[in-house]
């Protein structure tokens, strides 16, 4: 599809190689890691488009682990995580998209499936990555460095916030349910339920609180949420 690669990370070589068939088949160049400490030398040394990662990692560092530690990284924290797991609990989910994936697909699964969802994180990710800075009167978002700042003060801010309020700076003064959210920040393929959109609303009120911009966030009753400067729509 482009010179850019999507890196999979799965320490067993026969689920590596039935997704390389068929990403390839799609169009897509591939390759592959065993393990956490080959997935991030080779994620520093050429950079993927996107990674495919595997929960349970063998060495004592898992996916999730890895996740943590991508997202922490300024320059390697932009590049998309799918997260591939046996694990299909709604808490363990939550926890993978906490650390940053952006997805998160639960085995067994359709490589048709794998498709569309790769393609979907990779328009979302573009969308996100525009260079351009995004400013709401002091609060500015910068997309490059994936920094967000109040008064050129640095907003200490987690990776799933951020891309909430990334979706929310580019899209103001609209009001969004909790589905539109779920679909437009995490992918409409990822199964957990509403309520979680009220549990990262309130972190990335309690972020911006100390800041005195909490208020940008707002409540639509009988809908869910939208991004407003204008304070007499604050609920």
Not at 54 to 70: A, F, I, K, N, Q
Not at 194 to 218: A, N
């Amino acid at each position: 599809m482009k010179d850019d690669y999507i890196l999979i990370v799965d320490d067993e070589s026969p689920i590596r190689e039935m997704i390389h068939t068929a990403l390839e088949m799609s169009d897509f160049s591939c390759q592959q890691a065993g393990d956490a400490k080959q997935a991030h030398q080779m994620i520093v040394d050429q950079r993927p488009c996107i990674i495919l990662l595997d929960w349970m990692l063998p060495g004592g560092t898992s996916g999730v682990d890895l996740c943590r530690r991508l997202k922490r990284d300024e320059t390697l924290a932009e590049i998309p995580v799918i997260m591939l797991t046996a694990r299909g609990e709604e808490d363990h989910k939550v926890q993978g998209l906490d650390a940053g994936a952006d997805d998160y697909m639960t085995k067994p699964f359709s490589t048709r499936e794998l498709v569309s969802r790769i393609k979907a994180v990779l328009r979302r990710s573009n969308a996100l990555n525009n260079e351009k800075l995004i400013e709401a009167e002091d609060l500015l978002l910068d997309p490059v460095s994936q920094r967000v700042s109040y008064q050129e003060k640095i907003i200490d801010i987690g990776p799933t916030e951020y891309r909430l309020l990334a979706f929310f700076m580019t899209h103001p003064e609209r009001a969004y349910t909790r589905a539109q959210l779920l679909d437009q920040v995490w992918g409409g393929n990822v199964y957990i339920e509403d309520r979680t959109i009220d549990v990262h609303i309130r972190r990335l009120r309690k972020i911006l609180e100390p800041y005195g911009v909490e208020r940008f966030v707002q409540t639509v009753r009988g809908t869910g949420y939208r991004f407003s400067t204008r304070t007499d729509q604050y609920t």
